[in-house]
C-alpha cells in the first residue's frame, strides 16, 4: 500500500474495483477484518477490474446520519415543545395565581383602619350606636348598657391606668393559647368558615369584614388580613385592641364597659378572679353574669385552671384567684322606650343589611322613618282603647288625642283582648308609627303575625275584576250557593260585589273564589305581598293596601328578598359616611291604575256599607278612605285595614277566647288613628283612570236601567266592561188589585192596576219570601166566561179551543153606529203586546173575521175583537185560545 490521496488494493476479489479518496491513510469499515499482516501489494484493486463501492458506503454512512439527524432534531423539538408547554403552564399558573390573588384582595380593607377606629385620640372608643326618629334629633334608642361613654384603656405598667396584665393572660389562654408564637393566624379551621381562632383573626372578622358572609373567600382573606395587621402593628396592640373592643354581652364592648357593668368597677381594679371570668365572657358573651350567673362563674374557675396550665398563675395565685367570690352588679333598669315595637322592627330589617354584633358595636346613627308624635298620640290612643275593650277604667296618662276615639259598640267588652296598629306612608313605603301588642292598657314590643280571615278578601274580588267582573256585578248570596256563612247569619239576596266587598259578607267572597280559582286569587296575591293560606303582619296588609293607595304601585325597599315598607331612612358611620340610604323608596307596579280604582270605589263607598256600619258612621274620617274589615270565623283575630292616598292605619285586635269581637271594635281604633295621622294632609281623593268609566246601572242587577227600575246608581267599570243589556229583574205586571192575582184579559178593568216586582230566580224563591220580599203572584186571575154582545162577538175558535196552522177567526162586527173593527192576538192570559192580523170597514153578522197563521205559535194566547163606534168608542171581544 502507498500513501496518498489514493489507495488501490488489489486482492482475490480484482474484479471490483474500488477507488476511495482519504485525506489521510485509512482502511474502509468493510476491511476492519482483513489480516492486515499480509503484504501491502495483496490489498491492490484495480479500478478496472472490479465495480466501485464507495457510493454505496456514502449513501450508507449518509442514511445514517439523517436519522441521526432526524432523531437529535425530533429530540430537540420533543424538549423544546416540554420546554415551551412548562413554560406556558408555569405563565399560566402565574397569571392564574395573580388573578387569584388580585381577586382575593379586591376590596380588601386597609388594615390603617383599625387604629382609626380603636386608638381615639381623647381616649374614646366608638360610641354605642345610636337610633333617632326621622330628624335625627330625637334618640329612640341606645345600644349601651348605660349612659357613661366607652374608654380606652391601654395595657403596660407604665400607663398610670392600665389593663391588668393577669386579664390579657386570662383571654390568651382562654382564646389563643399560642398567640405569641403564630403569625397571626390559623390555617387548621380554614374550612369552618365560623371559626375565628386567633385574635388577630376575631379583630379582623369583627370590625373589617364583617359584612361579607361567610365563605372560604372571606376565609383566606381574614387570614391574609390578620397577618398583615400583626406584622404591622405587632401582637401587644392586637391584644390591647381586643382587650378594649371584645364584646361581653348586654352591648358591653371593652373591658371598661364590661367591668362597670357586671363588677360596678374600672378594669384596672380587677381581681384575677374576675379578669377570668370577662375573659370566658369574651368567648361567649351569651353566657355572661346577668343571664347565665353559675355558669359564668364555673367558666371563670376554668379559665384560670388553663392559665395555671400554662404557667401563667403561680401554684399560689391559681389557688388565691378559685378562693375567691366574685359578687356581680345586679342588670340596670330598662327605661321604657316610645316606640319599642318599631324599633324590634327596624332591627329585624337592619339584619338584613348588617351583623347585629356590628350594629351594637357602636359607631353609627340609625336615622329611621318614625314620627314620634304620631308615635305618641298612637300609642296614647291605643292605650285607652285596649282598656275600654278590656272593661278597665281610663289610664291615668295625658292623651290629647283621646278627643278622636268614638266609643266602642254598647256593652262590647272584652277582658283579654289586645290590639297592635300601623300607620304608614304609601308614597314612600315608610312606616311612621308602630304600636306593639297592647294588653289591657300595657304596651309591649311585639307585634305578631296573625290568622287574615276575611281581611284579605278584597284580592278575590280583585281577581275577579281582572277577568270580567265589576264592583257592579250581581251575586246571589242565597242559601245553597256555597257552605259558607255570612259573619251575622244572614243571607242578603241579590248583591253588586261593591256591597258584598265593603260590608265584609264572606259567603259571596265564597262564590267569586270558586268561580276565579284558588290559585289564581294566591297569586295575585301574593304581588302584593300577602297570603290569605299564611298568617299575616300588619307591616304586610300595610304594603298591601298601600298598593291600592298609590293606585297600584309599591313603595318600598327590598328588605332581605322581601319587598315591604321600611323603617330605616339612612345608616351613617361616625364620620359622616353613609352606610345604607333608603330614603328614596323602590317603586313596584302591581296592578294598573284602573284595577285600583275599581277597589279603591269599592271600598270607600258609604252609601255601600248597610247595617250598623253605615248607622255607626265608625268608617267615616273627614276625607275619601278606603277600609276593609276582615275577621275570622271563631271571633278570634278581627282587622281594620283603611287607607288615603297619603296614609294607610292597619289595626288588629283579638281576644284568646271565644267574645262578642267584631270588626266594629278595631274600626273605632282605626278611625281615630287615621284622624290623628291625617291632621295637616290635604284631602286629596283618587282621581279616574283613563282606562274607566263611569256610567249608571239598575241595582242589583248592574245591568243598563229600564224605566221599570226603581233603583238607579252610579258605577264604574273598566273600559270594555260595561253593561250592554238592559235590566231584567225589575218587571211590570199587570194584577187584580182584590185578589193579588196576575190580571187576565178577562179581569176587569177597573180592578186591574200595575205593579213593579223584582223577579227572583226559583232558587231564590224561599230566600225571598221568608225575607218578606214582596214577588210578583203566580196564579191569574179567576176566569169568567164574559156575556155574548150580540154585535161583538167571536163564534169560533170556541172559548179555549185548541188551535193550530190557518186559524178562521168567525162571528159578528154589527150594531148601531158600526164604523170598522179589527182583530188582533197576544201571547199569554193577558198580553202586553197585541198584533193586528185583520181589520174592515163593513160589518159582519155570523161570517169570517178573519184568518190567522198560528203554524209557527205555541201556548195560550188572547184573540181580542175591537168594534170601533161612530162616537169612538170601542166594544171588544176577547176569547182565550190554546195553539198547538
Not at 484495480?46 to 446520519?65: D, F, G, K, Q
Not at 173575521?849 to 195560550?860: F, I, K, Q, R
Amino acid at each position: 500500500m502507498r500513501s496518498g490521496s489514493s489507495l488501490y488494493a488489489e486482492t482475490a476479489y480484482s474484479h471490483f474495483p474500488l477507488h476511495f479518496h482519504f485525506p489521510y491513510p485509512f482502511i474502509p469499515p468493510c476491511f476492519d477484518k482483513l489480516d492486515t499482516s499480509l503484504p501491502t501489494s495483496s490489498f491492490i484493486l484495480y479500478n478496472n477490474h472490479m465495480p466501485s463501492t464507495i457510493p454505496i458506503l456514502r449513501a450508507r454512512r449518509e442514511r445514517r446520519l439523517a436519522k441521526r439527524h432526524k432523531d437529535e432534531a425530533r429530540t430537540r423539538s420533543l424538549l423544546l415543545s416540554a420546554g415551551m408547554l412548562l413554560s406556558l403552564l408555569t405563565a399560566a399558573l402565574l397569571l392564574a395565581a395573580a388573578l387569584f390573588y388580585a381577586e382575593l384582595t379586591r376590596g380588601l380593607p386597609s388594615p390603617q383602619l383599625l387604629p382609626i377606629l380603636l386608638t381615639p385620640p381623647d381616649g374614646l372608643l366608638l360610641q354605642p350606636t345610636r337610633i333617632t326618629d326621622r330628624t335625627g334629633e330625637n334618640v329612640i334608642y341606645t345600644f349601651a348598657p348605660s349612659d357613661s361613654p366607652r374608654r380606652y384603656i391601654p395595657l403596660g405598667e407604665t400607663n398610670p391606668q392600665h389593663l391588668p396584665s393577669f386579664l390579657a393572660d386570662a383571654v390568651i389562654a382562654r382564646y389563643d393559647p399560642n398567640f405569641w408564637k403564630h403569625a397571626g393566624y390559623n390555617l387548621i379551621s380554614i374550612t369552618n368558615y365560623q371559626s375565628h381562632d386567633t385574635l388577630a383573626q376575631r379583630l379582623v372578622s369583627d370590625l373589617l369584614l364583617f359584612n361579607e358572609p361567610p365563605s372560604l373567600r372571606r376565609a383566606l382573606r381574614e387570614r391574609l388580613l390578620a397577618a398583615q395587621i400583626t406584622a404591622e402593628f405587632g401582637r401587644t396592640q392586637i391584644l390591647e385592641w381586643y382587650l378594649n373592643s371584645a364584646n361581653f354581652g348586654h352591648h358591653a364592648f371593652g373591658a371598661e364597659a364590661a367591668a362597670q357593668l357586671y363588677f360596678g368597677k374600672s378594669a384596672t381594679e380587677l381581681t384575677a378572679a374576675e379578669a377570668a371570668i370577662l375573659a370566658a365572657v369574651s368567648e361567649s358573651p351569651s353566657l355572661n353574669p346577668h343571664d347565665t350567673p353559675q355558669t359564668a362563674l364555673e367558666r371563670g374557675e376554668e379559665t384560670i385552671r388553663m392559665m395555671s396550665a400554662l404557667g401563667m398563675l403561680s401554684d399560689e395565685a391559681t389557688a388565691n384567684a378559685l378562693g375567691e367570690s366574685p359578687r356581680f352588679q345586679p342588670p340596670p333598669p330598662t327605661p321604657p322606650g316610645p316606640a319599642p315595637a318599631f324599633v324590634n322592627l327596624l332591627l329585624a330589617q337592619l339584619d338584613s343589611q348588617f351583623p347585629r354584633e356590628r350594629i351594637e358595636r357602636g359607631g353609627l346613627t340609625v336615622i329611621s322613618t318614625l314620627d314620634l308624635d304620631l308615635q305618641k298620640q298612637a300609642s296614647c290612643v291605643t292605650t285607652f282603647y285596649t282598656a275600654r275593650l278590656a272593661g278597665l277604667p281610663d289610664p291615668l296618662i295625658e292623651c290629647d288625642s283621646l278627643r278622636y276615639l268614638p266609643a266602642l259598640p254598647p256593652g262590647l267588652t272584652v277582658a283579654n283582648s289586645s290590639a297592635s296598629a300601623i300607620v304608614t306612608d304609601p308614597k314612600t313605603g315608610q312606616v311612621l308609627a308602630l304600636v306593639g301588642e297592647t294588653l289591657q292598657a300595657q304596651e309591649t314590643p311585639l307585634v305578631g303575625a296573625h290568622r287574615p280571615g276575611s281581611s284579605l278578601d278584597a284580592f278575590i274580588y280583585l281577581t275577579g275584576f281582572t277577568r270580567g267582573l265589576s264592583p257592579a256585578s250581581l251575586i246571589w248570596d242565597i242559601p245553597g250557593k256555597t257552605s259558607v256563612q255570612n259573619f251575622d247569619g244572614v243571607y242578603h239576596g241579590p248583591l253588586r260585589l261593591r256591597v258584598a266587598l265593603a260590608n265584609d259578607y264572606p259567603a259571596p267572597a265564597a262564590q267569586v273564589l270558586a268561580q276565579m280559582g284558588a290559585e289564581n286569587v294566591t297569586r295575585i296575591a301574593s304581588s302584593f305581598g300577602v297570603s290569605r293560606e299564611e298568617q299575616l303582619s300588619l307591616l304586610s296588609a300595610a304594603g298591601a293596601y298601600g298598593v291600592f293607595a298609590q293606585e297600584g304601585v309599591y313603595f318600598g325597599q327590598d328588605v332581605g328578598g322581601d319587598f315591604e315598607p321600611v323603617t330605616i331612612l339612612r345608616v351613617e358611620g361616625g364620620d359622616g359616611s353613609v352606610w345604607l340610604d333608603w330614603s328614596t323608596p323602590q317603586a313596584k307596579p302591581v296592578v294598573t291604575p284602573g284595577l285600583a280604582y275599581l277597589v279603591n270605589h269599592a271600598l270607600s263607598d258609604t252609601s255601600a256599607r248597610l247595617g250598623v256600619l253605615r248607622e255607626s258612621n265608625v268608617l267615616n274620617v273627614d276625607r275619601p278612605a278606603a277600609v276593609k274589615l276582615g275577621q275570622t270565623a271563631d271571633g278570634l283575630d278581627t282587622w281594620a285595614v283603611g287607607y288615603s292616598p297619603l296614609r294607610v292605619v292597619a289595626v288588629w285586635t283579638g281576644s284568646h277566647a271565644k267574645s262578642d269581637l267584631s270588626p266594629r271594635a278595631p274600626a273605632v281604633l282605626w278611625n281615630a288613628l287615621m284622624q290623628i295621622a291625617s291632621q295637616n294632609l290635604p284631602r286629596e281623593g283618587w282621581a279616574l283612570p283613563p282606562d274607566v268609566s263611569v256610567m249608571n246601572v239598575c241595582d242589583p242587577s248592574g245591568m243598563l236601567p229600564t224605566a221599570d227600575c226603581p233603583y238607579l246608581v252610579s258605577e264604574v267599570f273598566l273600559n270594555g266592561n260595561e253593561p250592554l243589556q238592559p235590566d231584567n229583574m225589575y218587571r211590570r205586571f199587570q194584577v187584580n188589585r182584590e185578589t193579588n192575582l196576575l190580571a187576565t184579559v178577562f179581569t176587569l178593568p177597573q180592578l186591574v192596576e200595575d205593579r213593579v216586582y223584582l223577579v227572583v230566580p226559583p232558587e231564590a224563591r224561599a230566600w225571598a219570601e221568608s225575607a218578606g220580599l214582596e214577588i210578583p203572584p203566580a196564579s191569574y186571575d179567576v176566569i169568567q166566561a164574559p156575556q155574548i154582545d150580540p154585535d161583538v162577538n167571536i163564534s169560533s175558535p170556541a172559548l179555549f179551543a185548541e188551535v193550530s196552522g190557518e186559524v178562521k177567526i168567525e162571528g159578528t162586527a154589527a150594531g148601531e153606529d158600526f164604523i170598522s173593527y179589527r182583530v188582533l192576538v197576544g201571547p199569554g192570559l193577558n198580553p202586553q203586546e197585541w198584533v193586528q192580523v185583520a181589520e174592515g170597514s163593513v160589518s159582519v153578522t155570523d161570517g169570517l173575521l178573519a184568518e190567522w197563521d198560528a203554524s209557527e205559535l205555541n201556548g195560550l194566547y188572547a184573540v181580542q175583537l175591537q168594534v170601533v163606534r161612530s162616537d169612538q168608542r170601542v166594544d171588544t171581544a176577547i176569547i182565550q185560545v190554546t195553539v198547538q
